[in-house]
């Protein structure tokens, strides 16, 4: 699968400055300091399966910055040594795509870096025009810490489940205990306001019970893993502040995508503390469930759409998407302006009465969020579909941003080599077995391989073995043996010299080998496992067939030695009965 893992991160001037205009960000880093950008990139070494693309989304709350921010970046990048190649996005990639996609074309708002959602997009939307299959989203706060991380990620993506398809998977957040519950007290106010409850309720049906993989009403926007068909038809809800990735499995949902929580697919998740007041952090969620709630409320029949209602969503967000919202939140507020009060805090006090008359006045949105969001849904679909007229142009603008160029081929190719004799002067393509395979499909064998050094008389494997392992002798010959019956010598029934293969039929069926394989000199041995190269032949049609080609026409050679040595075999027999007749 073609993957590109997307992290976006946020930056500001070097003294967390800020003035009118700027761009708002939770934890913007300010350029003269890492953030905690840096130890997610060094964690990517622990994982298993390096085979993704990484783009960094690189966002500064003031232009002004931004030259600063990528010359920071680059250098992380590149100090970092990032196992996997790696790119850098920015306004100015997405100005250039701008300049060159909408010359005739009046969508320039689709593609934006304004706002959490917007970036979100941005997550898909650079990994689509990359061609990828799966985009796996990932945040700057957070920490690998399974090995197994992208392979999970990528394990039921596009498949299908109890007859759904998989078209996102959602991961979840571990805090710094290794728990999946949001490290909050509870505290008196929360009375009408039992979002963490909900929560905790939710994350204990969804995260800890079995089966592994099950529906889920809510996503982690730093743990989501989506398919390329739901890419190209749900974007995320521009219009939303905050909680853009439960919405985004809001609106999947209206299109008929399925998201599922995988309960093993964890990441570390350790943000910078909060620097707002509670009242403030509230009138945010304020905003975010009112708008989440008239999306339901202002939704009418559409073809081909689904109809949501706020139980699907039980037990959250759905229990903050039904008509006893308002009442919450009115008596959530007195509660808290009155412990303010209590504290003699009286201007927090006052913002807090202040998100009453908000959340009546001011944050229940004044249009159709329903119908706003399927007009920009429309727009959404419109610019990919534009985007293909473009050939290679945008995809050449996407990788002028590419900061490391990994080429993990070369490195394993060397690991693999420095164990033989011949690695200074060996090319595979020169082997007659790989004379006609690709670049890459020679990589893809490399990736599953190992090589084993044998000295003169050890036994690659020995009659009633079982082996299942294909290998291509690099250096050295060997003899295939047959042990005779009352006798202490065994009959050799052929020998194996450098660049043949052997025991490719293993691919196909497995038992018990009547011969035996012995090293007649030194020999290094290219070993490649069966079972990922069976997945391998799976995935691959062309290699598929390349690879039956080379084994019938081993077989027939073999088939054909054999009928010659029978036939000389029986011309002797014949030749010895004339002598005897005569």
Not at 545 to 567: C, G, H, Q
């Amino acid at each position: 699968m073609r993957t590109y893992m997307v992290i976006p991160t946020y930056w500001t001037g070097p003294n967390s400055e800020w003035e009118e205009g700027d761009k708002v960000f939770d934890h913007a880093t300010p350029v003269s300091e890492d953030g905690t950008l840096k130890r997610t990139l060094e964690s990517l070494h622990i994982l298993e399966d390096k085979n993704f693309t990484l783009v960094i989304i690189a966002i500064a709350t003031n232009k002004k910055f931004e030259k600063q921010m990528e010359e920071k970046l680059k250098e992380m990048l590149i100090k970092t040594d990032i196992p996997v190649d790696t790119i850098l996005f920015t306004e100015s990639t997405l100005t250039n795509i701008k300049k060159e996609l909408f010359k005739d074309y009046s969508g320039e708002d689709i593609l934006s870096l304004d706002n959490y959602a917007h970036i979100r997009n941005m997550c898909i939307f650079v990994p689509y025009i990359l061609d990828a299959e799966i985009a796996l989203l990932i945040d700057d706060d957070e920490i690998f810490e399974d090995p197994q991380y992208v392979t999970k990620a990528k394990e039921f993506i596009g498949k299908r489940f109890y007859g759904n398809t998989i078209d996102g998977v959602a991961g979840y957040y571990l805090n710094e205990d290794n728990e999946y519950y949001d490290k909050v007290n509870i505290v008196p106010w929360m009375t009408y306001w039992d979002r963490f409850g909900g929560k905790r309720e939710a994350f204990d049906k969804i995260i800890g019970g079995e089966p592994r993989l099950k529906k889920t009403p809510f996503a982690f926007g730093g743990a989501m893993v989506i398919h390329r068909n739901l890419m190209r038809i749900v974007p995320f809800d521009p219009k939303v502040t905050r909680g853009e990735d439960t919405d985004y499995v809001i609106n999947a949902r209206i299109f008929g995508f399925n998201f599922y929580l995988d309960n093993t697919l964890a990441i570390k998740h350790l943000p910078p503390q909060k620097i707002h007041p509670v009242w403030k952090n509230f009138r945010e969620d304020i905003y975010r469930f009112l708008y989440n709630k008239s999306k339901f409320d202002t939704q009418t029949y559409k073809t081909n759409l689904h109809e949501i209602q706020p139980q699907d969503f039980d037990p959250y967000p759905g229990s903050f998407m039904k008509p006893d919202l308002g009442d919450k939140i009115f008596k959530t507020n007195i509660i808290l302006a009155l412990n303010y009060l209590a504290d003699g805090d009286v201007e927090a006090c006052k913002g807090t009465i202040e998100n009453i008359y908000l959340a009546r006045y001011d944050a229940i949105p004044h249009f159709n969020t329903f119908e706003t969001y399927l007009s920009f849904q429309k727009e959404w679909r419109a610019t990919l579909e534009l985007t293909k007229s473009f050939g290679e142009t945008l995809k050449d603008i996407i990788k002028k941003g590419q900061v490391i160029k990994f080429d993990k081929y070369q490195i394993e190719k060397k690991k693999l080599l420095e164990k033989t004799s011949v690695h200074q002067n060996l090319h595979l393509r020169e082997i007659e077995v790989f004379k006609n395979f690709t670049k890459k499909e020679l990589r893809s064998i490399f990736f599953i391989s190992d090589i084993i050094n044998l000295k003169k008389g050890d036994y690659v494997f020995k009659a009633g073995d079982n082996d299942s392992n294909v290998y291509v002798v690099l250096q050295g010959t060997l003899n295939i043996i047959k042990e005779r019956k009352n006798s202490d010598h065994d009959i050799m029934v052929s020998q194996i010299k450098q660049g043949d293969h052997f025991n490719e039929t293993s691919i196909f069926f497995e038992s018990k080998h009547k011969v035996s394989i012995i090293a007649t000199s030194n020999v290094d041995l290219l070993k490649i496992d069966n079972e990922e190269f069976s997945k391998m032949l799976k995935e691959n049609c062309e290699l598929s067939a390349k690879l039956l080609w080379i084994v019938s026409k081993k077989l027939s050679e073999r088939l054909m030695n054999t009928t010659d040595k029978f036939s000389q075999t029986k011309d002797q027999i014949s030749d010895v009965s004339d002598d005897m007749e005569s």
